[in-house]
Structure formats: C-alpha cells, structure tokens
C-alpha cells in the first residue's frame, strides 16, 4: 500500500512538474542566424512550437519594438504561409543611409494557407532585419499565436531581470556589442604593407639592375682596354723586329 501511494504521489508531482515548466521551452522565441551586432543587420528567427495536442496553430502576428525602429524589416518566404507587413507612421524620423525614414514596418503577419503548425511540431519563420540600434541590448518583439480551434495565446509579457520568467513571454532577441575593428582600415593598413612591399621589392629590382648595369659598361671599358694595349703591344713588336 505504501509503495503504491508513493509510486502514486511521484507521478503527480512529475505531471505537476510537467505541467509548471510546460511555457518555459514552449513559447514562442527568438533567435538570431549568427549574431546579432549593434548597429549591424541579421537574419532572426521566430521559433513557434505548437503547444496544443488538438489543434494546430494557423496564424503568428509579431510586432515590432516602436521604441527602437528598425528601418529594414524583410520576412523571407515560408512555404505555405501568406506574409503581410504593416507599416505604421513612426513618432520620431529615423535616419537611413543618409535619409530621414517616416514609416517603419511595425507588424508582421503570418497566415497558413494550409494545415499550418499541427500538433507535435514547430516552424521557423525568418526575417532580415536592421539597422540594430546601438543604445540598447535587447529587442523585445510582442507575438500573438492563434489556433485552428479559434484559440489566441498573446506572448506580450516582458521579462524582467532578477524575476521569474513571466506565463507567456514575449521573445525577446539578446544584441551583441558592435565590432570596433574598422574593417576597412584594416584592410587599407595590410594593403598599405603590401605596397610598401612591393615598392620595396621595385627598389631592390631598380638596384639590382643599376648595379648589373655598372658592372657591364666596366666590363666593357677593361674589355676595351684590353684590346687597346694588345694592339700598341702588337706595333712595339712590329717597330723593334
């Protein structure tokens, strides 16, 4: 008896466990293909399991961060799903490649033109996005799931630092610092070596060729030389005979 209300109470609590950490690896996220750089631009991910057992998830709305516009947002296509953008007037213009942006893209809709997301499975849904701010280390992209069943779960809550992570949180996408290396100073320094190599490498040829130079016209004038003490040698034999 006793061994089986132990065996009993240790499948509940496993279930409660379940069930309590079920949204911790089941929300929807999202990560970047590489890295995501301050002031750069990068291709995320917006992972979306689907959590339900009997129904599949037909629709994701992600909305971007007003705060920090991005100027660039551009979904690639996913097989099977219509995309939408909407854009929105922005409160604060934003500079762009020299240009000042009013409009931003402030939403991006995805709806299954198929089965969408069944039971036991999960899709990717990516888009190139940039330029990253640089006064910040963090996105955070408020996402709304919606199911066959008419269901809508609303991933809008803001993780905060030093507490739990929140029922359903909004993805939120980690940004790394900028690169101080100039690249392009960079690759000017190792050019200016090689040329200076290279201009090194003409000095010692426009040398060398001085030198080989010299020694022929010396070699010439011994040469010459030669020839004229041979011939006076020649006549003084001729004059005493």
């Not at 100039?182 to 090194?200: F, P, R, V």
């Amino acid at each position: 008896m006793k061994a089986s209300r132990i065996a009993a109470a240790g499948t509940v609590a496993g279930a409660t466990v379940l069930v309590l950490s079920a949204p911790a690896f089941a929300h929807v996220s999202v990560q970047p293909e590489g890295e995501a750089a301050q002031g750069g631009y990068a291709v995320v991910d917006f992972k979306v399991p689907n959590e339900r057992d009997n129904a599949s998830t037909t629709k994701l709305e992600v909305t971007l961060p007003t705060d920090h516009p991005l100027a660039s947002v551009m979904p690639q296509p996913v097989e099977g799903w219509e995309i939408k953008t909407t854009r929105s007037t922005l409160d604060k213009p934003i500079e762009s490649h020299g240009e000042k942006l009013t409009e931003a893209v402030t939403k991006v809709t995805w709806t299954a033109t198929g089965d969408g997301i069944e039971p036991g499975y999960f899709q990717k849904f990516p888009v190139s996005i940039g330029a990253l701010p640089e006064d910040t280390d963090q996105l955070v992209f408020k996402a709304i799931q919606t199911y066959s069943n008419k269901e809508v779960v609303r991933w809008i809550e803001v993780p905060q630092e030093g507490q739990e992570e929140p029922d359903t949180p909004a993805p939120v996408l980690e940004l790394t610092a900028a690169d101080d290396s100039d690249a392009h100073g960079a690759a000017g320094s190792s050019g200016g070596e090689a040329d200076d190599t290279e201009a090194a490498a003409d000095d010692s040829d426009g040398s060398t060729d001085t030198t080989a130079r010299v020694l022929g016209i010396v070699g010439i004038v011994v040469g010459a030389a030669g020839v004229a003490y041979g011939v006076f040698a020649g006549r003084r034999r001729g004059t005493t005979v």
